[in-house]
């Protein structure tokens, strides 16, 4: 079982690039979809880890210690939802741990995994992993091996890699090929596109000993949530079969195992090992 299950624990308006400065504007749905994924995980026995905004943790203490008290693990999804490669160093570094410090007094356990908002370490921000390693930070989970037009390395190896010089290790996003073209498991490919797209890559990526990384957003549970106009490229996917998120996602939990992303690692760690790689293998430029 070398399967990672991931929430990327945020509300819809935060999915969408809304400034931060409006989001109280927009009706806060975060627990619907929260509640149903949560139920989910916990028919199936089946432990997730949540990357969390810091700002969401402040907002709703009582949902990330329920979570932390049913085995979760939790990790920082930053505190504002800014791409990383719009941010200074220092905007990056004061958010990530203050993120750190609000999630471990509710937690009371160590946090030291990472996923940045819209997978948005990419080359132009690759001084992002020495500033997590310093942090107290040794898992990343920020980088997607599919270049889109907003996120993504395409030299970023398909594995488990340690980062060589600060000894961050990076989950990417899984990564597998059907009909000539890339995908990823979870998001907008698992609910678009047809279930056994996905379990088909999962076993696939199985049957090489390759680990999978999952990842997951409340409102893709969460279909009745506001329609409102943003960008047309994002607004495509946004909305796109969110009625099928809840029963796909039932059917993955029946078929596979899954776990938080540091009981993979460790695991994976055991069977594999890691491997070092430069950080010039993921400068695509
Ligand atoms: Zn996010």
């Known amino acids: 079982m070398l399967n990672a299950f991931t929430v990327d624990f945020e509300d819809w308006y935060q999915g969408i690039e809304l400034p931060f400065a409006e989001w109280s504007k927009h009706e806060p749905r975060i627990e619907k979809g929260l509640y149903k994924v949560a139920e989910l995980l916990a028919k199936h026995n089946q432990k997730a880890t949540f990357f969390t905004l810091g700002w969401v943790g402040e907002k709703y203490p009582e949902m990330v210690k329920e979570l932390s008290a049913a085995g979760h693990e939790f990790g920082s999804h930053s505190y504002s939802h800014e791409k990383v490669y719009r941010q200074s160093k220092e905007e990056f570094r004061e958010e990530i741990r203050k993120t750190k410090a609000i999630l471990e007094s509710l937690t009371g356990s160590k946090v030291v995994s990472h996923r940045s908002p819209f997978f948005s370490i990419t080359s132009q921000c690759l001084w992002a992993f020495d500033i997590l390693a310093e942090e107290g930070y040794t898992i990343d989970c920020s980088v997607s091996p599919i270049k889109t037009w907003r996120y993504g390395i395409s030299t970023c190896p398909d594995e488990i890699f340690r ?123």
Do not use: C
């Open 163 to 285: 980062i060589e010089g600060n000894g961050l290790i990076e989950f990417p996003v899984s990564r597998f090929k059907l009909f000539g073209k890339n995908w990823a498991i979870g998001g907008a490919y698992f609910r678009i596109f047809p279930y056994v797209f996905t379990s088909s890559g999962i076993k696939r990526r199985q049957n090489a000993s390759a680990a999978n990384m999952f990842y997951i957003h409340p409102w893709e549970y969460d279909p009745q949530h506001p329609k409102i106009k943003f960008e047309r490229k994002a607004m495509i996917t946004h909305y796109a079969r969110l009625g099928k998120t809840y029963p796909n996602t039932d059917k993955m939990l029946r078929q596979f195992r899954f776990n938080t992303v540091s009981n993979v690692i460790n695991q994976y760690e055991k069977q594999h090992g890691i491997r070092s790689v430069s950080l010039n293998v993921l400068n695509d430029q």
